[in-house]
């Protein structure tokens, strides 16, 4: 079996679909299962190793207070040659990425490998899929003619999916317990006697920063025993360092990208917090800190209500902006480090339930079910010679019109 893991996500910044990605495929080759992964590329200078194919290219917008990834293959015929020569058994697409994934569905070798999707976002409440709800019936629509079955991170993901008849499945994100635990050592120069809050994140509108620096300022009135560091970067970033000058915030500290050391700094956290306001759809940081042994606290967006459960856990989460209330939350952690260490020992024990060798049991066993499920249909004589000239229509008249569309 080889399978080709495709996202549609550039490699150039960190993300939760690239760990996702990157994590599946190093414990498919654990297995002995021929693995690589396809994402397009975004600069010429980009190089990931033997085992990362660069195919098409991303153009990054700003979607909804976050970042996404406009991605097209400008050169059709490159599709072909590649899954021609790589030979793939399984298409594994992650996310849904337009125009590319229709060019990639489209060609022939596509046609005879087993598609399956993992869908990744949390698209609810989404301005521009409002104004253009045919996106969302046309990804149905592509899905039920291309796509063996579809995986959902998180329940909401499979919302999307309604018109959708295929095999469906939730199946988590995973962690990496090499790479995350409670026995990697923590940061020396931030192991003193104070109390180390953690945000990790994209500085962006959805991942709430803002909300956070408010509420640490309450915070820092009542204790001066208080740091709070931030690990990322992103568009609000001089915006979020203003708001600490003008306030005159002490022990707020911007650490930029560390994604090497990125469990360091979960283990120094005696407290982690993400003030997601939305769009999230599962919560891999809150996994990773967990891991780690930090206890969390966040704002109760759908995709953390889902993944969070449990009173423990409810106790701890927050209406998203309601900086006030998260500020509450967290000074119930700062004044009892009994508490820190019992509801980090609870998460830590949750955490262990997603580890990776775990979550890729599940997904090999759904390529397996989906794979006898589309044997059985090609066994009943079930053609998709009318379907591919119906997609071939589709990709002619519709897709440059709406290439026009996220133009304007």
């Not at 009542?222 to 992103?234: A, D, F, P, Q």
Request: with cysteine; aromatic share 12%; net charge positive.
């Amino acid at each position: 079996m080889k399978v080709g893991l495709i996202c549609f996500h550039s490699f150039l910044n960190p993300g939760g679909v690239k760990r996702h990605v990157l994590d599946l495929h190093k414990e498919l080759k654990k297995r002995d299962v021929e693995t690589k992964i396809i994402i397009p590329r975004r600069k010429r200078s980009e190089s990931y190793g033997k085992d990362v194919i660069l195919l098409g290219t991303s153009f990054p917008i700003n979607f909804t207070g976050s970042q996404a990834d406009f991605n097209i293959h400008f050169d059709p015929i490159a599709i072909e040659r590649t899954l021609k020569k790589e030979k793939f058994d399984i298409l594994h697409f992650h996310n849904f990425g337009f125009p590319s994934i229709l060019q990639i569905l489209i060609s022939p070798s596509a046609s005879k490998s087993l598609n399956v999707l993992t869908f990744h976002a949390n698209i609810k409440g989404n301005e521009f899929l409002e104004n253009f709800p045919a996106l969302i019936y046309f990804s149905n629509k592509i899905s039920q003619w291309k796509i063996d079955g579809v995986i959902g991170v998180a329940p909401l993901n499979l919302e999307y999916f309604s018109l959708y008849s295929g095999l469906k499945k939730v199946i988590p994100n995973g962690i990496d317990l090499d790479k995350f635990n409670i026995s990697i050592p923590k940061i020396k120069k931030f192991s003193d006697k104070k109390i180390n809050m953690l945000f990790v994140g994209r500085i962006e509108e959805r991942k709430g920063l803002i909300y956070l620096l408010k509420a640490f300022k309450i915070l820092q009135k009542k204790s001066s025993n208080l740091r709070l560091i931030i690990v990322g970067e992103g568009p609000l970033e001089k915006e979020c360092k203003k708001y600490v000058k003008d306030n005159d915030l002490k022990e707020v500290v911007f650490e930029g990208q560390v994604p090497k050391s990125l469990a360091g700094y979960y283990r120094t956290a005696d407290i982690f917090i993400s003030p997601a306001i939305f769009g999230e759809s599962f919560g891999l940081v809150l996994l990773e800190a967990m891991a780690c042994g930090a206890p969390v606290v966040a704002f109760a967006n759908q995709g953390y209500k889902s993944f969070l459960k449990g009173k423990a856990a409810e106790r701890f989460l927050v209406e998203p902006k309601d900086y006030k209330g998260l500020a509450r939350k967290i000074e119930v952690l700062v004044n009892s480090q009994g508490l820190r260490e019992k509801i980090a020992k609870k998460q830590f024990q949750e955490a262990k339930k997603y580890s990776w060798p775990k979550v890729t049991n599940q997904v090999l066993d759904f390529y397996r079910v989906c794979q006898e499920a589309k044997t059985k249909k090609r066994k009943n004589g079930f053609s998709l010679k009318n379907i591919e000239s119906k997609i071939f229509d589709i990709a002619n008249k519709d897709v440059s019109k709406w290439i026009d569309r996220i133009g304007k």
